[in-house]
C-alpha cells in the first residue's frame, strides 16, 4: 500500500465518520454493484486489503477499536543519561522541518523514543525513512500500533500547508523544478490545491506524453528492446 492509498484510506474514514450509516450502505452498494457480472460476462473481483477492511468496518459498526498494526521510523532510541533532552531536541527540530509529518516522542522504559509517520504498509514506512534519511542516517523502521485518529491528523496538517511565495514563483516559471517537487507527495498534493499551479502540472503531463509519443514514432528499435 503506497501513500496515494493510504490518503484514500483517511478520506474514507472521513466522509463515513460524517454521514455513518448512510456511508456504510453507500459502500456496500458499491461492493455489490462491482462484483455484477456484465452482459458480456466480465466480472471485478474486489479485494481489500486487512488494514483499509479494519478501519472501514470500525468506523461503520462504531466498534471499539482505534487501531490497527502499521509502522513507524524511529529517529532516536536511548537510554543514556540526557537521553530525554536529547529526545526533546530531536522533535522540536523534526517539527520545524517536516511539520506535514506526525511525530511522537515515547518513554518505554528506560528508552526515550522518537518516531515518525504513520504508515500502514512497509513500503510507505521504507519511503518515509528514505525522505528523512540525509538528516537523520541512523533512522530505523520498527512495528507500531496506527491510531485512525493519527492518520485524519496527518491528513488535516498537509491540508494546512502552504507554499512559500517566491518558491512558488519559481515553479511557476521552471518544469524541472515542478518535476522535482512532484516526487514528493505532499508538496504534490499541496501544488495541486493551487489552481494556476494544477493547470501547469496537468500540461506538464500533456506535454510528457507528447514526447514519448514522439519518441515512440522515431525510434520503434528503442520499444524493441524495451
Not at 457480472?37 to 470500525?58: F, L, P
Amino acid at each position: 500500500m503506497n501513500r496515494t492509498l493510504l490518503h484514500l484510506v483517511v478520506l474514507v474514514v472521513g466522509v463515513i465518520a460524517c454521514v455513518n450509516d448512510a456511508s456504510a450502505q453507500s459502500i456496500d452498494r458499491m461492493r455489490a454493484m462491482l462484483n455484477m457480472r456484465s452482459d458480456s460476462g466480465a466480472k471485478v473481483r474486489v479485494e481489500e486489503d486487512g488494514n483499509v477492511k479494519a478501519v472501514v468496518a470500525a468506523v461503520e459498526g462504531q466498534a471499539a477499536v482505534t487501531e490497527v498494526d502499521g509502522y513507524r521510523v524511529v529517529l532516536y532510541y536511548d537510554d543514556v543519561q540526557y537521553a530525554q533532552d536529547r529526545a526533546e531536541e530531536i522533535i522540536k527540530d523534526f517539527k520545524k522541518d517536516f511539520p506535514e509529518i506526525n511525530s511522537y516522542l515515547v518513554y518505554e522504559k528506560p528508552y526515550f523514543k522518537v518516531s515518525i509517520g504513520d504508515c500502514l504498509s512497509m513500503e510507505e514506512a521504507l519511503m518515509l525513512r528514505s525522505k528523512v534519511l540525509t538528516s537523520y542516517p541512523s533512522a530505523f523502521i520498527r512495528r507500531d500500533k496506527v491510531t485512525f485518529k493519527s492518520l485524519m491528523d496527518a491528513r488535516r496538517r498537509v491540508d494546512c500547508l502552504e507554499i512559500d511565495p517566491e518558491v512558488r514563483e519559481n515553479l511557476l516559471h521552471n518544469r524541472e523544478l515542478r518535476d522535482s517537487m512532484r516526487m514528493d507527495e505532499t508538496l504534490y498534493i499541496v501544488m495541486q490545491r493551487d489552481e494556476e499551479l494544477n493547470k501547469l502540472l496537468q500540461l506538464d503531463d500533456l506535454s510528457r506524453q507528447q514526447e514519448n509519443n514522439n519518441q515512440t514514432e522515431q525510434d520503434p528499435e528503442w520499444i524493441d528492446e524495451w
